[in-house]
C-alpha cells in the first residue's frame, strides 16, 4: 500500500502561482497512476489532474486546462501539481491519490491512499 503525503498549500491572490508536492512512502509508487483532487466542504470531489506511471501522460480537468501542470519524478518518489494563474473558484482542500490506470485519462476514482491534504486559498 501507497502512503501519500501533500504539502504546499497556501494563501495565494488571484492570478498567483502555487506548486503542490506528494511525496510517496514506497517504492510501489512507481508503478501507480498518481491523480490531485480536490475538495470544498459541501462539494463533491473534482478530479484536477492525473498522471500514468511509465510513459508520464498527463490528463486535466477542463477547469485547470492551461493554468495547471502535473509532473512526476519517480526518483524522489513524488508528484508535482503546479498551478498559475490561480482563481478564488481553485480554493479548496488539494489531494493526492492512486487511481485505476483505466481512470486516469478521465481524472476520476476511485481515488484510493489519500494522505492528509493541503489547503489552497485564492483571495485578494
Known amino acids: 500500500q501507497v502512503q501519500l503525503v501533500e504539502s504546499g498549500g497556501g494563501l495565494v491572490q488571484p492570478g498567483g502561482s502555487l506548486r503542490l508536492s506528494c511525496i510517496a512512502s514506497?517504492?510501489?509508487?512507481?508503478?501507480?497512476?498518481i491523480a490531485w483532487f480536490r475538495q470544498t466542504p459541501g462539494e463533491e470531489r473534482e478530479g484536477v489532474s492525473c498522471v500514468l506511471p511509465i510513459d508520464g501522460s498527463t490528463y486535466y480537468a477542463d477547469s485547470v486546462k492551461g493554468r495547471f501542470t502535473i509532473s512526476r519524478d519517480n526518483d524522489k518518489r513524488t508528484v508535482y501539481l503546479s498551478m498559475n494563474n490561480l482563481q478564488p473558484e481553485d480554493t479548496a482542500v488539494y489531494y493526492c491519490?492512486?487511481?485505476?490506470?483505466?481512470?486516469?485519462?478521465?481524472?476520476?476514482?476511485?481515488?484510493?491512499?489519500w494522505g492528509q491534504g493541503t489547503q489552497v486559498t485564492v483571495s485578494s
Open positions: 514506497t517504492l510501489a509508487f512507481d508503478y501507480h497512476p
Open positions: 491519490a492512486t487511481v485505476e490506470p483505466y481512470s486516469c485519462p478521465y481524472v476520476d476514482g476511485p481515488f484510493e491512499n
